[in-house]
C-alpha cells in the first residue's frame, strides 16, 4: 500500500511523541528497578547497563523512517505496545483498515 502524504506527515510528527512516551515509561521502570532494595548496587548496576543497551534498539526508542515501511512500522509498534490502534485515529481509513488487516493477520 502506497500511503498518503497527509499519513506521511502525520506519522512522522507522531513518532516522536510516541517513542517519548514510551520512554517515560522505560524510565519509570528502571526507577522502581533502581529502588528495589533486595539487590546490591552492583547487581543493579550490571542489569541496568544491560537493559539499556536492548532498550536502546527497540523501536519505541529508535527507528529509521521511510515511507514504503509506514505500515509495518505502525503495526511493529501496535505489537510492541508503544502505541495503541486508538493513536491512529487521525489516519486515513485506507492506512487503518490495512493496519487491522496485518494485524488480525498473525
Known amino acids: ?3 498518503s502524504k497527509k499519513d506521511w506527515k ?3 510528527e507522531r513518532l516522536s511523541g510516541w517513542q517519548e512516551n514510551y520512554m517515560e515509561g522505560l524510565v519509570k521502570e528502571y526507577a522502581n528497578f533502581l ?5 546490591p548496587a552492583s547487581e543493579k548496576f ?8 536492548e532498550d536502546k534498539r527497540h523501536p519505541g526508542v529508535i527507528m529509521e523512517m521511510s515511507k514504503s515501511e509506514v505500515i509495518w512500522d505502525i503495526v ?6 508503544v502505541i495503541t490502534y ?21
Open 1 to 3: 500500500m502506497d500511503i
Open 10 to 12: 502525520l506519522f512522522r
Open 35 to 39: 529502588n528495589d532494595d533486595k539487590k
Open 46 to 53: 550490571w542489569e541496568l547497563e544491560k537493559r539499556i543497551k
Open 76 to 81: 511493529r509498534l501496535i505489537r510492541l505496545k
Open 86 to 106: 486508538d493513536d491512529l485515529s487521525d489516519f486515513s481509513d485506507e492506512l487503518k483498515q490495512e493496519v487491522e488487516r496485518i494485524l488480525e493477520m498473525k
